[in-house]
């Protein structure tokens, strides 16, 4: 049997167990060895955010792969050196978007545009097998159109757990500076002062983020 912290209702976490889930062709089970807690997490705990009742919440991981479906190669994409192996360390991108929609057709690239995603640890929920859809479990079960992405041997687990929060810094920066440009005034570059409001774990990521891209901040 698996654990995993469940949630089942507003303010209502159970420790629940479920069966190893039998690996489909197109999909990877992957071992949890480090899982975030992110605040959207703890705003759907709380009932201020939409989640799929029951549901294992968690989306920021670091694991390893435990086992390949054979025709997984073709249907989950991986970031890094292939082919995809058990034992390799990876963590994962949380949203799966459904590819069809008009954004998924002509911005590929802005996912978080995807009228039918799909998301880790919200929207895709326990009550069905194969259960293990949230990383605060000891497995996660990875579905078809999911991407993976590897981590160096040098990165640590309790660093790579860093990875899903570092990209939604980075991600900002790199949308700010496409979207504004110097025309309007909006834009910045290296020595432009930048100010982030707030110190959680996504401002300090954020405040890196601007600093490496040559921002004061």
């Known amino acids: 049997m698996v654990a995993a912290v469940e949630c089942i209702d507003v303010s209502t976490l159970r420790l629940a167990e479920y069966a190893l889930p039998e690996l489909a062709e197109d999909a990877v089970l992957l071992r949890v060895h480090r899982a975030g807690v992110c605040g959207t997490d703890l705003e759907g705990i709380k009932g201020r955010r939409s989640l799929r009742y029951p549901v294992i919440p968690g989306h920021e991981i670091a694991a ?30 949380p949203r799966i978007v459904c590819g069809s929609c008009h954004y998924c057709q002509y911005l590929p690239g802005r996912q978080e545009m995807c009228l039918r995603p799909s998301t880790y640890g919200s929207s895709l929920g326990s009550a069905e097998p194969p259960h293990l859809l949230g990383g605060w479990a000891e497995y996660l079960y990875v579905l078809p159109g999911s991407e993976l992405i590897k981590l160096p041997d040098n990165l640590s687990d309790d660093v790579a757990v860093l990875c899903e929060p570092l990209a939604v810094a980075v991600g900002l920066v790199d949308r700010f500076q496409r979207n504004h440009d110097w ?35």
């Open 64 to 93: 390893v792969v435990e086992m390949i479906g054979s025709r997984a190669h073709r249907h989950i994409r991986i970031f890094g050196r292939s082919p995809l192996q058990a034992g390799d360390r990876v963590t994962i991108n």
């Open 183 to 217: 025309v309007t005034g909006d834009g910045f570059g290296v020595d432009r002062t930048v100010v982030v409001y707030g110190a959680g774990t996504i401002g300090i990521l954020t405040a890196a983020a601007f600093a490496l891209a040559g921002a004061n901040c």
